[in-house]
């Protein structure tokens, strides 16, 4: 639900890829990444075949499920700037994958003619901003000392991928590299390979309708984890997610009886002055007000692309202790 670009990248890949594996062996040629083609015989169109599927199944299963992983981004940031990303890193890898290859000739004297083909660098950049904005939220500990994430999985899949190939580790380390540069607001990256709006609007029109899904009855039907330690935490989450919700209702039937804007310090009271059981009589004085948290306008500048306002998100910031994904999280919900 409200990820298809990632749908259509989960299905259209595969599917061509599991028919040119079973049926059209023959064919499996054009879709080689094939760079002394590249270089010598300027074939520039097998920068994107053979840059976007994949003729190993284990591959295309591996990078499938990374990116069934990575949906989270497109509900997050919108399907235009998802696929922003994706354009820029899959640019970006591509360059990059030719100047590797030609470091490794000229350091260590390898000669590399081909490298494997798929959807490869992009999948390998989406790890950046999941390292960077997704938090860890603890499942389980195996021997007391080593603890299982909600992230251990996907990072299990990209070191299986990475140790599909021979030369895959080029893809790998270009692909991080582009997203670190695309994620960086320091080269601007974002801001000239991005998808123009009437582009993101031609597809929308077209492409959206066939893969979008429609939205949940209720999640309650969504299938629950693998084992009982993943269940309890789904359904922690959850139940979090509801005494939010909850909560925000009532924040905003009061915001209707008296008007004005939500006191977020309700939703997140401050931590010393819970030790104080009177507190609901005790009126702190001047000097026992917290003095209000610094926000970073970078931070700011985030939450405003996703399309909030400048003041809900110093709202948000503030309230949240400058924690970026908390702030969103509830701005989202909210």
């Not at 390979?193 to 309708?209: D, G, H, M, Q, R």
């Not at 997140?268 to 007000?289: G, K, M, V, W």
Request: hydrophobic share 45%.
């Amino acid at each position: 639900d409200k990820a298809p670009l990632s749908k259509s990248l989960l299905l259209v890949p595969s599917a061509i890829s599991i028919l040119l594996t079973l049926l059209f062996q023959h064919y499996q040629k054009f879709f080689a990444y094939n760079l002394q083609a590249i270089k010598e015989d300027f074939q520039v169109w097998r920068l994107v075949c053979g840059r976007t599927i994949c003729l190993d199944l284990k591959d295309t299963f591996c990078s499938s499920l990374l990116i069934y992983n990575f949906r989270i981004f497109e509900r997050r940031y919108g399907s235009r700037k998802f696929s922003s990303f994706l354009l820029g890193a899959w640019m970006l890898s591509a360059l990059f994958d030719l100047l590797l290859v030609e470091v490794a000739q000229y350091l260590f004297g390898i000669t590399i003619n081909s490298l494997p083909s798929g959807f490869l660098g992009p999948v390998f950049a989406l790890f950046v901003p999941f390292y960077s904005s997704i938090p860890r939220v603890q499942v389980a500990q195996v021997l007391g000392h080593f603890s299982i994430t909600n992230k251990t999985l996907v990072y299990i899949l990209g070191l299986q991928l990475l140790t599909s190939g021979s030369y895959i580790w080029i893809l790998a380390l270009s692909g991080l590299v582009s997203g670190i540069c695309y994620n960086s607001s320091i080269l601007k990256v974002h801001r000239i390979l991005c998808v123009p709006n009437w582009v993101a609007k031609i597809f929308s029109w077209t492409l959206e309708p066939i893969f979008s899904s429609a939205e949940p009855a209720s999640e309650g039907r969504v299938g629950m984890g693998a084992t009982v330690d993943i269940q309890r935490q789904q359904r922690m989450e959850l139940l979090d997610r509801q005494i939010m919700m909850s909560q925000v209702a009532q924040m905003r039937r009061q915001r209707q009886q008296q008007g004005g804007l939500i006191n977020w310090n309700r939703l997140f009271p401050p931590l010393r002055h819970r030790h104080n059981a009177n507190y609901q009589d005790h009126r702190p004085s001047e000097q026992d007000t917290p003095p209000p948290t610094e926000v970073s306008e970078e931070q700011v500048a985030r939450l405003m692309e996703m399309g909030f306002s400048r003041g809900d998100a110093l709202e948000a910031l503030r309230a949240s202790n400058n924690d970026l994904n908390v702030a969103t999280n509830f701005l989202l919900q909210h």
